[in-house]
């Protein structure tokens, strides 16, 4: 019985010592686990967004820099889009994100990387447009989404255009509050991670404001 305690104890301490370096790497870098996934993903998805940036310039007149082209080219753009697809590369210099954004925020799409929002909108279209990512698994985009600060660059670059944001603040809101999805009439990214880490019982969001395109 002493020996069988023993054994149980030192399997104990053994699996303690292991949760803990397991939660310090994945604080640090994010789990290696499923960022392999991630990756493997990411480069199935910027093959086929090539693809698709060659398919719809070829089939459409090239945009000039007036909004209203931007905003019919999105609406096209967008109209075509499924769940699963390639939405555009989502550049973050702070957080060290170079990443293809796949359309939809479910719980596969988002084990590819940055999700976009089905429901809200593309660059150019004047309205909301609207990024989840995960803070710990799955490559963790948005691992470090709380240091951004007010001036940092966003860069969404989708077939017609590249779009350049600045950010302008944050706000952390319950993981309830739908009501942050509604656009507020103005052009305007948000990005989005589950807070605290490792918790989903709140959203951090970062708002960013157009500058260039």
């Not at 104990?12 to 499923?34: R, Y």
């Not at 966003?154 to 319950?174: A, D, K, L, M, W």
Request: glycine share 10%.
């Amino acid at each position: 019985m002493r020996r069988t305690v023993r054994s149980l104890g030192a399997l104990l301490i053994v699996g303690g010592v292991a949760l803990v370096t397991w939660a310090g790497v994945t604080w640090a870098w994010g789990d290696p686990f499923t960022s392999l996934y991630t990756k493997r993903e990411q480069g199935r998805l910027a093959d086929r967004y090539e693809r698709s940036v060659e398919a719809f310039r070829g089939s459409a007149r090239l945009v000039s820099d007036g909004a209203a082209d931007f905003t019919t080219a999105a609406r096209r753009y967008r109209a075509g889009l499924k769940t699963g697809d390639p939405v555009g590369r989502l550049r973050v210099r702070r957080l060290g994100v170079n990443m293809v954004v796949v359309e939809g925020t479910d719980t596969e799409s988002l084990k590819k990387g940055p999700g976009h929002y089905d429901d809200s909108f593309l660059p150019g279209q004047g309205e909301l447009i609207y990024v989840a990512g995960h803070r710990t698994t799955y490559s963790a985009p948005f691992a470090r989404i709380d240091s951004l600060r007010p001036g940092d660059r966003v860069v969404f670059e989708v077939p017609y255009g590249r779009f350049e944001y600045r950010v302008t603040g944050h706000r952390i809101v319950p993981s309830t509050a739908v009501g942050v999805l509604r656009s507020r009439g103005r052009e305007e990214i948000a990005l989005q991670a589950c807070h605290p880490r490792f918790l989903a019982s709140q959203r951090y969001i970062v708002y960013a404001r157009p500058i260039d395109r």
